[in-house]
T-cell receptor
Framework: NAGVTQTPKFQVLKTGQSMTLQCAQD?????MSWYRQDPGMGLRLIHY???????DQGEVPNGYNVSRSTTEDFPLRLLSAAPSQTSVYFC????????????FGPGTRLLVL | SQQGEEDPQALSIQEGENATMNCSYK?????LQWYRQNSGRGLVHLIL?????REKHSGRLRVTLDTSKKSSSLLITASRAADTASYFC??????????FGTGTKLQVIP
């Protein structure tokens, strides 16, 4: 199993551009989530999904959209990039409702100029 | 807002020493987990403790949980240089919305 994969690893955008961060998992996990990590802020939940066709907002959803058309994929869309969205983005997945242990991807480092 | 807060923010110890880091949280939880993050990498799950447990061990890791004080501690015994990483606590009350603390950055000096 590849686990959780994320692409790209690094991206530079100009303010106002849009882009999609890709996340895929091959573990048949129901639950997937997106976090952003900023210095001194820990990880903050952006959006999450409990299954195909079901998504919900996390702590910091503004400026981001998600969809979950398949169990495997959970892309994160930046609609109009802003410098405040410069961050490292992590995708995670989980299957265990009881333990809620999450498996993380390697991250996407995004710089918005 | 962050559910968990780790303390200290940074910790530097010599190889072979024990490292203790603490986590405080705000609301009731079902379980608490600790994750490790090596520089530039994603988080890796270390250990989970349920709300009805007080202590749990896994190899060189020992986790305690005090629900009355809403706090947990992670002890790494006989630390190694490879333990150098950031450590995060995560709390979950439901299947969704697991929230993470701000992390403790541990440096183990060889």
């Amino acid at each position: 199993n590849a686990g959780v994969t994320q692409t790209p690893k690094f991206q530079v955008l100009k303010t106002g551009q849009s882009m999609t961060l890709q996340c895929a998992q091959d573990m048949n996990h129901e639950y997937m989530s997106w976090y952003r990590q900023d210095p001194g802020m820990g990880l903050r939940l952006i959006h999450y999904s409990v299954g195909a066709g079901i998504t919900d907002q996390g702590e910091v959803p503004n400026g981001y959209n998600v969809s979950r058309s398949t169990t495997e994929d959970f892309p994160l869309r930046l609609l109009s990039a802003a410098p405040s969205q410069t961050s490292v983005y992590f995708c995670a997945s989980s299957t265990d409702r009881d333990t809620e242990t999450q498996y993380f991807g390697p991250g996407t480092r995004l710089l918005v100029l | 807002s962050q559910q968990g807060e780790e303390d200290p923010q940074a910790l530097s110890i010599q190889e072979g020493e024990n490292a203790t880091m603490n986590c405080s949280y705000k609301t009731s939880i079902n379980n608490l987990q600790w994750y490790r993050q090596n520089s530039g990498r994603g988080l890796v799950h270390l250990i989970l403790i349920r709300s009805n447990e007080r202590e749990k061990h896994s190899g060189r890791l020992r986790v305690t949980l005090d629900t009355s004080k809403k706090s947990s501690s992670l002890l790494i015994t006989a630390s190694r240089a490879a333990d150098t990483a950031s450590y995060f606590c995560a709390t979950g009350r439901s299947y969704q919305k697991v929230t993470f603390g701000t992390g403790t950055k541990l440096q183990v000096i060889p």
